[in-house]
């Protein structure tokens, strides 16, 4: 558990982030049963006039509503073959409710998946698909067979796509100007990713082992047509270590604050 630090939000002068489980019930010998999914996070900072948010895997959980609160309880993601990842930060009280997590440097999360973006641009027809296919860790990509259980579609709505008054006139389906498009709305300024044709869009592979993997993209009418492939270069893929089990307290040194775990 660690944290980042940017403009936005403060990792430094915070430490000693803890996640405790929390007891849903004690028994007459003094066992417990643990609740699930949920933690009692806790912290120490020097730091004061400050409000504090907590990330789980990258995204927000949750923020303090006072600047002496060193701890708060998050949901848990069932996670049984990776660790979770909590972070904390300090923010301005005006910045606590702002979700940083798309700043963050780190993945959102170390389960052995690849996210692939891809550019939509407005040249794509309306009922274009793309099919994600990959080498498998072979070095030679199988377009026999797409990784994506199904394929992906550009254009969810129609709106989206750009219609009449801005798409080149037959490239255009004749519907809104955009009307839910993104970007300043007159396709590609001076051929760079400027306006609508800056519109991405991302896929996220299923688990894979660890390996080194290249993947490729084809994009589909609903007439059969095919687009020529585009291929990623080479992609190294480490899994997260899985987290340990039966571990338990050894002893702890209070003079050398040495603590010594076991594992059974």
Do not use: H
């Not at 409710?97 to 690849?114: A, H, I, K, T, Y």
């Not at 307290?249 to 775990?261: A, E, G, P, R, W």
């Amino acid at each position: 558990m660690k944290g980042l630090a940017t403009m936005g939000f403060i990792s430094s002068g915070i430490e000693s982030i803890r996640a405790l489980e929390l007891p849903g019930g004690i028994g007459a010998n003094g066992g417990y049963v643990g609740t699930p999914r949920t933690a009692l996070v806790t912290w120490r900072s020097c730091l004061s006039g400050k409000l504090y948010q907590v990330y789980v895997n990258g995204r927000y959980a949750g923020a303090t509503i006072e600047s002496e609160q060193r701890q708060m309880i998050v949901q848990l993601p069932t996670s049984l073959e990776t660790a979770v990842r909590i972070e904390v930060f300090a923010v301005e009280a005006d910045e606590v409710d702002r979700d940083f997590g798309g700043e963050l440097d780190s993945p959102q999360s170390d389960s052995g998946r690849v996210r692939i973006v891809l550019l939509r641009s407005q040249n794509l027809p309306f009922d274009a698909t793309a099919e994600i296919y990959s080498d498998r860790g072979s070095g030679v990509i199988d377009y026999s067979e797409p990784l994506s259980d199904r394929p992906i579609r550009l254009w969810p709505a129609w709106q989206d796509k750009a219609g009449f008054g801005m798409s080149r006139f037959g490239a255009g389906d004749f519907g809104y100007d955009s009307a839910a498009a993104v970007g300043f709305g007159k396709g590609s300024f001076g051929d760079g990713q400027f306006g609508l044709d800056a519109d991405e869009i991302e896929w996220v592979s299923p688990v894979l082992s660890a390996g080194v993997y290249r993947f490729g993209v084809r994009v589909c009418d609903s007439a059969g047509n095919q687009s020529a492939s585009s291929e990623s270069g080479e992609v190294v893929l480490i899994p997260g270590a899985r987290p340990a089990e039966n571990v338990s307290i050894s002893s702890f040194d209070k003079v050398t604050n040495q603590l010594v775990l076991s594992v059974s």
